[in-house]
């Protein structure tokens, strides 16, 4: 079965400060995906970006990148020029590709950060 | 495009009660899932459904029972409440292709007293 660990329970940074979440997994899969949600106090959950195992190229949205390590099982999110919206929960998430269960989603325990004026 | 609605957006049972969780989806997705989300633990996957009339226990499923008679709805239910089972529930449905992108839910809250 995979693991999701997110060691850091909290973390705090002044606005325009960069971040770095960090995710750690356990699969025996080669083919998957991973994910970063983001949940902001509303409760919605909002898909921030999303990496293919099978890509080398790490993914970025505009201010929000990743560092993917598949040797070292590690997908860590790097919050750039961070903003008081981007205070919130955040969630890593992982995904085999294909199969029976594919698209189950194992989520991380989540990472509260807050962004301070 | 209303996208994933949940209904009620709060709840609070007593014990022993029973009680039905609202999912539907208007975006044509195969797969819908429930799951619940608890202080410090993530968001686990209670069951799920790959297509209508299709279900599958998630990594929690005791306690709750689905059904898939529609494309579009997605319904959880309680038999008997019980007050571990006080959480937040979130629906999530996608494509059964690619880009597994899942989207959710507003979400709902349930206590049982």
């Known amino acids: 079965a995979q693991t999701v660990t997110q060691s850091q329970p909290e973390m705090s940074v002044q606005e325009a400060e960069t971040v770095t979440l960090s995710c750690t997994y356990d699969t025996s899969e080669n083919n998957y995906y991973l994910f970063w949600y983001k949940q902001p106090p509303s409760r919605q959950m909002i898909l921030v970006i999303r990496q293919e195992a099978y890509k080398q190229q790490n993914a970025t949205e505009n201010r929000f990148s990743v560092n993917f390590q598949k040797a070292a099982k590690s997908f860590s999110l790097k919050i750039s020029d961070s903003q008081l919206g981007d205070t919130a929960m955040y969630f890593c998430?992982?995904?085999?590709?294909?199969?029976?269960?594919?698209?189950?989603?194992?989520f991380g325990q989540g990472t509260r950060l807050t962004i301070n004026p | 495009n209303a996208g994933v609605t949940q209904t009620p957006k709060f709840q609070v049972l007593k014990t022993g009660q029973s009680m039905t969780l609202q999912c539907a989806q208007d975006?044509?997705?195969?797969?819908m899932s429930w799951y619940r989300q608890d202080p410090g633990m993530g968001l686990r996957l209670i069951h799920y459904?790959?297509?209508?009339?299709?279900?599958d226990q998630g990594e929690v499923p005791n306690g709750y029972n689905v059904s898939r008679s529609t494309t579009e709805d997605f319904p959880l239910r309680l038999l008997s409440a019980a007050p571990s089972q006080t959480s937040v529930y979130f629906c999530?449905?996608?494509?059964?292709?690619?880009?597994?992108?899942?989207?959710f839910g507003p979400g709902t809250r349930l206590t049982v007293t």
């Open positions: 999530a449905s996608s494509y059964g292709q690619g880009p597994y992108e899942q989207y």
């Open positions: 459904s790959v297509g209508a009339g299709i279900t």
């Open positions: 975006m044509n997705h195969e797969y």
């Open positions: 998430a992982f995904m085999k590709h294909g199969g029976q269960g594919a698209q189950k989603l194992v």
